[in-house]
């Protein structure tokens, strides 16, 4: 079990970056939770190395603006995961040739008021080694405040976790803090039977893993969908 996710009914959207106790793989997770019927009503579906969310059921699909995206899309040796559509903003600025942070520059927190759901986004480099960046633009009384964090190498057995709410509530609180450090795991399937009963039974939607071998770039990858 991920303690800081088994204690927290609603941590909503989340993104995991790290690296396997035995040094050999890049760690990539995303989870997506909901309330209501538009937000439950959702999977994720692989698409072109990465994955796009879609309606499980289209007659029930109320406002897909905020809950139909790609949460994971791949850049030749980069691995973008974001929890909405600033995962296009962060590839079309890094095909061009700029940065992570240039294109979360130009976007701010979700405009669903009264929450502001935080944008929450990573991406995971294996040009030259292995580094990785998380990044959170969250409401701040009116402006978007907007906060980066880079590791450099990935530290073997160790990942971070950032999620977009700190916990249930209404309005609902917006995650505090830095990126949590949490442990991870060798065994693939270990981690993400881990990760997915870590989350709450009634709220959770959909799950993505991925393990990126560091020396031949292998993947394995698995989705979970509460709907499915």
Same mark, same amino acid.
């Given at each position: 079990?991920?303690?800081?996710?088994?204690?927290?009914?609603?941590?909503?959207?989340?993104?995991?970056?790290?690296?396997?106790?035995?040094?050999?793989?890049?760690?990539?997770?995303?989870?997506?939770?909901?309330?209501?019927?538009?937000?439950?009503?959702?999977?994720?579906?692989?698409?072109?190395?990465?994955?796009?969310?879609?309606?499980?059921?289209?007659?029930?699909?109320?406002?897909?603006?905020?809950?139909?995206?790609?949460?994971?899309?791949?850049?030749?040796?980069?691995?973008?995961?974001?929890?909405?559509?600033?995962?296009?903003?962060?590839?079309?600025?890094?095909?061009?040739?700029?940065?992570?942070?240039?294109?979360? *520059?130009?976007? #701010?927190?979700?405009? !669903?008021?009264?929450? $502001? &759901?935080?944008?929450?986004?990573?991406?995971? +480099?294996? /040009? =030259?080694?292995?580094?990785?960046?998380?990044?959170?633009?969250?409401?701040?009384?009116?402006?978007?405040?907007?906060?980066?964090?880079?590791?450099?190498?990935?530290?073997?057995?160790?990942?971070?976790?950032?999620?977009?709410?700190?916990?249930?509530?209404?309005?609902?609180?917006?995650?505090?803090?830095?990126? *949590?450090?949490? #442990?991870?795991?060798? !065994?693939?399937?270990? $981690? &993400?039977?881990?990760?997915?009963?870590?989350? +709450?039974? /009634? =709220?959770?939607?959909?799950?993505?893993?991925?393990?990126?071998?560091?020396?031949?770039?292998?993947?394995?990858?698995?989705?979970?969908?509460?709907?499915?």
């Amino acid at each position: 079990m991920i303690n800081e996710l088994a204690i927290n009914k609603y941590p909503g959207r989340g993104i995991i970056i790290g690296e396997t106790p035995d040094g050999e793989n890049a760690v990539i997770a995303y989870f997506i939770m909901g309330r209501s019927v538009n937000s439950r009503n959702r999977v994720f579906v692989e698409k072109d190395g990465g994955i796009i969310t879609k309606a499980y059921d289209e007659s029930k699909m109320v406002d897909p603006s905020l809950i139909i995206y790609a949460p994971v899309r791949v850049l030749g040796d980069k691995t973008i995961v974001t929890n909405g559509d600033q995962t296009d903003t962060i590839y079309d600025f890094m095909k061009n040739g700029k940065t992570f942070a240039d294109g979360l *520059r130009t976007r #701010e927190y979700e405009p !669903d008021e009264p929450n $502001f &759901t935080p944008r929450i986004s990573g991406v995971v +480099d294996l /040009e =030259n080694g292995f580094s990785y960046k998380l990044s959170i633009l969250k409401y701040n009384n009116g402006n978007c405040q907007r906060n980066f964090y880079e590791y450099e190498d990935g530290v073997a057995g160790k990942g971070h976790l950032i999620h977009t709410y700190k916990t249930d509530g209404n309005p609902i609180p917006t995650f505090e803090g830095e990126p *949590r450090e949490i #442990e991870l795991d060798n !065994d693939f399937e270990q $981690f &993400t039977n881990d990760l997915w009963t870590s989350l +709450d039974n /009634e =709220n959770r939607v959909s799950l993505f893993v991925r393990y990126i071998n560091l020396k031949d770039k292998s993947e394995k990858t698995k989705i979970i969908n509460a709907n499915q």
